[in-house]
């Protein structure tokens, strides 16, 4: 049973930390996606990649955030410096034409 | 840009009814595909059903159907004699290109399945 896997699951953290969400993406499908679920945006896309290359970053904020595909099963979310506004899930998914499938999602609380 | 909308924040009902959840889209694309994702307590987002655009037919999975209007831009969820099990956040999502493109959400409906 093919998943999408996300760590850390939960993340507690002080503002100015510096915060690393990875993502394995179902083997096969060729584009992985961040999302971000607050209660005051709902589902929002942060970036996403096709092949590993960035396609679309535009809705991330570029002064703190950074994602990278190091290789076919590793996506990762970095924030650098950490601030209040960033707690929210973060949701990985990864996708073909047939479908696209989301992990569990990474809850960072920032304090 | 594409736009998807449900009106309905939240519904109530009880176990057995029928409830449908109403999803609206905008797209000036001809090509485009439409889903709809349950997402319960437990936080996680589950795939239910993805449609494209030409594909007018009526889908029917258990309990769940779907009916799609282009005319109405509408693309509904009923989910027949409810059970409580089907208490979730539901929500409706568009893509220009099946999966390997981007979702645009709705805002979600919440829909809670009392006993």
């Known amino acids: 049973d093919a998943r999408v896997t996300q760590t850390p699951r939960h993340k507690v953290t002080e503002m100015g930390q510096e915060v690393t969400m990875r993502c394995q993406p179902i083997l096969g499908h060729n584009t992985v996606f961040w999302y971000r679920q607050t209660m005051m945006q709902g589902l929002e896309l942060l970036a996403y990649f096709r092949n590993r290359a960035p396609l679309d970053d535009s809705g991330m904020p570029k002064d703190r955030f950074s994602a990278e595909m190091p290789d076919a099963t590793l996506a990762t979310l970095k924030i650098q410096p950490s601030e209040p506004r960033d707690s929210a899930v973060y949701f990985c998914?990864?996708?073909?034409?047939?479908?696209?499938?989301f992990g569990p999602g990474t809850r960072l609380t920032v304090l | 840009a594409q736009k998807v909308t449900q009106a309905q924040t939240e519904i109530s009902v009880v176990e057995k009814e029928d409830v449908t959840l109403d999803c609206v889209y905008e797209?000036?694309?001809?090509?485009?595909?439409l889903f709809w994702y349950k997402q319960p307590p437990s936080g996680e987002l589950v795939f239910l059903i993805r449609?494209?655009?030409?594909?007018?037919q009526n889908e029917i999975s258990g309990r769940y159907s779907w009916n799609f209007q282009k005319s109405t831009s509408s693309f509904n969820f009923t989910i027949t004699a409810s059970q409580v099990v089907d208490s979730a956040v539901y929500f409706c999502?568009?893509?220009?290109?099946?999966?390997?493109?981007?979702?645009?959400f709705g805002k979600g409906t919440k829909l809670t399945v009392n006993p």
């Open positions: 999502a568009l893509s220009l290109g099946g999966g390997s493109e981007k979702l645009v």
């Open positions: 797209t000036r694309d001809t090509t485009y595909y």
């Open positions: 998914a990864s996708g073909w034409t047939g479908g696209q499938f």
């Open positions: 449609r494209n655009s030409f594909d007018e």
